[in-house]
């Protein structure tokens, strides 16, 4: 990602663009309301923050400023600026609310039937808001734009802003990702009917209002959309979040209170835990009641570790395992008749785990209710990350995500370290819902390997189910599989890619469209054609 900083020009509008979203009204413009609570903001910030709002291909906006300053150099600034331009609002509160009760302020202000939020010291560019009210026109239909909750890729400036760097490109609604951490972050787009349903920002969230915000948005039955392009500029400077996490330590607290309460309104509970890469967090589902699981492993030691470590295992725990051993593959003839469990665990024959905790850290994941499979990171013998899941491209190819980076590496945004969904996972270490197994019709008799696997991941899909690659589970793939065998990949590939033609000419929702769709090169950027 060192390049973005010399190529970022080609991730904004050219001219061309900006005379055509200016020459071209969309069908539906409604009033989109900029909120930016303010304070003590430099004056070179806010010029440049209402430069920029000026600047919108998309007219019809308001920006309105909630000014909880001690000092009254903001509303000079304002004054000094924004008199010839009707639409920058700006009210002088009567004190400072913090950044929820000052943002609360900012959205009783408000006229717009839409609301787009921004930090007083950020930049968009010409085309953010247009990007925004052209995917409420094509990805919406008229009767599902109240539930709208939009978000857009982003970077990062320096103070001058003149320097572009750390682009986040970032995957579609990902609530497995989400729920560790807050990766829409800005540029965030919604209804005003959405905000009424789920209620303005809570001040005993100050530092994460925002990401309560979004998770009760998304409680609410937001319509989550993305638009794959940089709509924001993020400033670092000495006191923002950006460039001085750590001074907000308070705000990793309340991140987690965010989490719990989500998962308490999801009747899903756990508990969230601040990590050492702050703003991302670790989250421990609740086991409870009675669980039984069947443990299908083709290798007979494997199987032996496992059956000796649950043999041994306490049970003083709060809740109850009960565990059915089959030494066999998954997709044996006669296998499903043989499995009693309501989940599945798998492991595959080349594939060596540590039997500590297996069962209960994927079925933690695989119990929730969206849920249908949760799998392994894989890693090789020679310490690579072998995958954290697939993508796919319209060719029918799967390209293994994070694949052959080092297993101690973190990847891009964590993406080799977070549990998150994924469009298709490796079953060789998994554990799978039963009801979703049922539902999908077991495995396909005309695939095989990781095409089988993708093919099963896509069917379970299609019944409402859900993939999870979690990195906190790691099983390492013995180098007899990576031994050529008889298996014709291309074959395989040409049958998957038939069957999924519609599915495939989609982009994997679990990806970026601007990242690249090689092996081992994922997370870089992709070449532009």
């Given amino acids: ?159 001058s802003g003149s320097v572009h760097s750390r682009p986040h490109f970032k995957p579609d609604f990902n609530l497995e990702f989400l729920r560790r951490n807050n990766y829409f972050c800005h540029f965030l787009f919604f209804s005003k009917e959405l905000l009424q349903q789920a209620g303005g920002f809570r001040k005993e969230f100050d530092g994460a ?62 508990r969230a835990f601040v990590t050492q890469n702050l703003g991302v967090y670790r989250v421990a589902y609740a086991l409870q009641g009675s669980y039984t699981v069947t443990v299908v492993a083709a290798d007979k030691a494997q199987m032996g570790q496992i059956k000796k470590y649950y043999g041994q295992k306490g049970t003083d725990t709060g809740y109850q395992l009960h565990i059915q051993y089959l030494q066999a593959q998954i997709w044996d003839p006669g296998i499903e008749q043989a499995v009693k469990g309501d989940y599945i665990l798998y492991i595959g024959k080349h594939i060596k785990v540590k039997p500590q905790g297996i069962i209960e850290a994927l079925l933690a994941i695989c119990q929730q209710r969206q849920n249908g499979i949760a799998a392994a990171k894989l890693i090789t013998t ?45 079953l060789e270490c998994a554990m799978i819902k039963r009801e979703a197994y049922k539902l999908a019709g077991g495995f396909s008799k005309g695939l095989h390997g990781i095409y089988r696997d993708a093919d099963f991941c896509f069917r379970i899909a299609m019944h409402g189910y859900a993939a999870v690659v979690t990195p906190e589970v790691t099983a390492v793939v013995d180098k007899a599989a990576g031994k050529k065998g008889t298996l014709n990949l291309e074959n395989e590939r040409k049958r998957f890619r038939e069957k999924w033609n519609m599915r495939l000419a989609q982009p994997d929702p679990c990806y970026n469209i601007n990242l690249s769709l090689e092996t081992g090169c994922t997370y870089a950027l992709r070449e532009q054609p």
């Fill in 1 to 159: 990602m060192l390049r973005y900083t010399s190529c970022y020009r080609r991730y904004l509008p050219d001219q061309a663009q900006i005379m055509h979203q200016e020459g071209a009204p969309l069908p539906f413009a409604p009033l989109v309301s900029i909120v930016v609570p303010v304070y003590e903001t430099p004056r070179e910030y806010l010029w440049g923050l209402m430069d920029c709002v000026r600047a919108q291909t998309y007219q019809n906006w308001e920006l309105c400023l909630a000014d909880g300053s001690k000092t009254g150099r903001v509303g000079q600034s304002v004054a000094e600026y924004g008199a010839e331009d009707k639409r920058i609002r700006y009210t002088r509160l009567t004190k400072n609310g913090g950044i929820a009760g000052n943002t609360n302020s900012g959205l009783k202000m408000a006229k717009g039937s839409y609301i787009a939020l921004m930090d007083h010291d950020d930049l968009i560019p010409p085309n953010a808001l247009y990007e925004m009210v052209a995917c409420l026109n094509e990805s919406y239909q008229e009767g599902e734009r109240g539930k709208a909750l939009i978000y857009s890729d982003e970077d990062k400036i320096d103070s």
């Fill in 209 to 270: 209002q925002d990401y309560d915000f979004v998770l009760r948005c998304v409680d609410s039955g937001a319509i989550v959309r993305h638009v794959p392009k940089i709509l924001y500029h993020w400033r670092i400077h000495e006191g923002s979040t950006a460039g001085n996490s750590g001074d907000k330590e308070y705000a990793f607290d309340n991140g987690c209170r965010a989490i719990e309460e989500h998962l308490k309104r999801c009747a899903e509970p756990g």
């Fill in 382 to 426: 020679g310490k690579r990350v072998a995958s954290c899941g697939y993508h796919y491209d319209s060719h029918g190819r799967l390209i293994p995500s994070c694949g052959g980076i080092p297993a101690a590496y973190k990847g891009y945004f964590l993406h080799a370290a977070v549990p998150q969904n994924t469009s298709a996972a490796s």
